[in-house]
């Protein structure tokens, strides 16, 4: 037990003991009583309660904070995966970050822009503790975003790993998982940084990692 208590505890970025990250846990868990139900709406919560948006800096500690993705209403995937490792947290759910290089074979014009690359190398989702295992959630798209774009959500039931799917819809090839990083009990913000350099274009780097990337 030991081992999993670091994965109980707040940093200055997952503050799972800041008052509107316990109120919102509890308000969304309200009524269930096992963990695999409360995991599960914490999950949707964040997946359609959170929407998406890649193109919000991401080069200080607040702007990964769990109560201001939280108070801000959307969030890129590293930013939707702290708050969910925050909520889960807060009501005693072990829950820990997990990076990923993917390649996205249908990223947006708009993110393409911004690299030099179809390849993200920081993708964040979540790892959570349940009966005795750790659970892969990747609350990343939002059900608007899913249908919009013809993506297949993810759907999490508590017990397998939820993580996005290779193809779409309508069959064209999506997500492709080229290297795992392992699980991290807090943000990696120094790595973050040090993975997105030789990936970003100027324009990038001054809109996702500021100024001072240059």
Request: glycine share 6%; proline share 7%.
């Amino acid at each position: 037990m030991k081992e999993r208590e670091k994965y109980l505890k707040p940093t200055p970025v997952i503050d799972c003991g800041h008052k509107t990250v316990q109120e919102k846990a509890n308000e969304v868990t309200k009524g269930q009583q096992g963990v695999i139900g409360k995991a599960s709406r914490l999950f949707y919560f964040v997946r359609d309660g959170i929407k998406y948006n890649p193109y919000l800096p991401r080069y200080l500690p607040e702007h990964f904070r769990a109560s201001n993705t939280l108070s801000r209403g959307e969030g890129f995937c590293v930013q939707k995966a702290v708050l969910l490792v925050a909520l889960c947290r807060a009501i005693g759910i072990p829950a820990r970050l997990r990076f990923a290089i993917i390649r996205n074979h249908l990223l947006p014009e708009k993110v393409a822009e911004l690299l030099n690359t179809n390849i993200l190398p920081d993708h964040g989702y979540t790892e959570l503790y349940i009966n005795d295992k750790w659970v892969k959630a990747t609350p990343t798209f939002d059900l608007q975003i899913c249908q919009k774009n013809q993506i297949i959500p993810v759907e999490f039931d508590g017990i397998n790993d939820a993580k996005f799917h290779p193809h779409t819809q309508d069959g064209r090839f999506h997500i492709e998982y080229v290297l795992d990083r392992g699980p991290f009990a807090d943000i990696p913000l120094h790595e973050i940084r040090k993975w997105l350099l030789p990936v970003l274009k100027p324009e990038g780097k001054r809109l996702i990692l500021g100024e001072e990337a240059l």
